[in-house]
Structure formats: structure tokens, C-alpha cells
């Protein structure tokens, strides 16, 4: 099986910085689409930004100029590079990742990790 690990997350100032990462492990053979998610209470989880395997990257509007997406395609593992944080960027985030398991791409997610902004 595969398993996606979050850390990084934590409660900062508004204007502050934070660095996720999320480490894919397990039978992996590729990894096509990396993606960062986030949900808030009572609120359905959106796309925060997502990288392919070449490079090619996507970002929400909300975030665009203050996030930036990376990945270590030797470490399978995605970065997100958060800065000029916002209160409304609290949320759970989440990673994605796409991967070439036992012949066929499947869709895996982590278990979250916890941003909260302070105003």
C-alpha cells in the first residue's frame, strides 16, 4: 500500500510563514499529480495547488503569489511553501497524490494537518 505523511503544520501569525511536506511511501512505482487540499468547518475541501511530475503547477486564486507548490521527485515528497498567511487560510490541509501501484494510477490521500492563522 501507499501512505502519504504530512508535517508541518501549526498555528502562526497573519503575515507569517509555514512549510508543509508531505512524504509518499510504500510500493510505489510513480507518482504523476501531487496536490495540496484544504478544508475548513463546514466547508467543502478545495484545491490549493498542484504539481505534476514534470514541474507543470496550478494554484488556487485565493492563494496564487503567497503559496508556493514544489516537489522532490526522488524523495516522492511535495512541498508547500506558505507565506503572507491570512487568517481565512486556517484549515485542515491535506495532500494528494496520484500513484502507479500494481499496475494502475490510483488516488491517495494523508490524514491532514492542522494551519491555524492568529489575527
Known amino acids: 500500500q501507499v501512505q502519504l505523511v504530512e508535517s508541518g503544520g501549526g498555528l502562526v501569525q497573519a503575515g507569517g510563514s509555514l512549510r508543509l511536506s508531505c512524504a509518499a511511501s510504500?510500493?510505489?512505482?510513480?507518482?504523476?499529480?501531487m496536490g495540496w487540499y484544504r478544508q475548513a468547518p463546514g466547508k467543502q475541501r478545495e484545491l490549493v495547488a498542484a504539481i505534476t511530475s514534470d514541474g507543470s503547477t496550478n494554484y488556487a486564486d485565493s492563494v496564487k503569489g503567497r503559496f508556493t507548490i514544489s516537489r522532490d521527485n526522488a524523495k516522492n515528497t511535495v512541498y508547500l511553501q506558505m507565506n503572507s498567511l491570512k487568517a481565512e487560510d486556517t484549515s485542515v490541509y491535506y495532500c494528494?497524490?496520484?500513484?502507479?501501484?500494481?499496475?494502475?494510477?490510483?488516488?491517495?490521500w494523508g490524514q491532514g494537518t492542522q494551519v491555524t492563522v492568529s489575527s
Open positions: 494528494n497524490a496520484q500513484v502507479w501501484v500494481r499496475g494502475k494510477w490510483d488516488n491517495y
Open positions: 510504500g510500493s510505489i512505482f510513480s507518482i504523476n499529480y
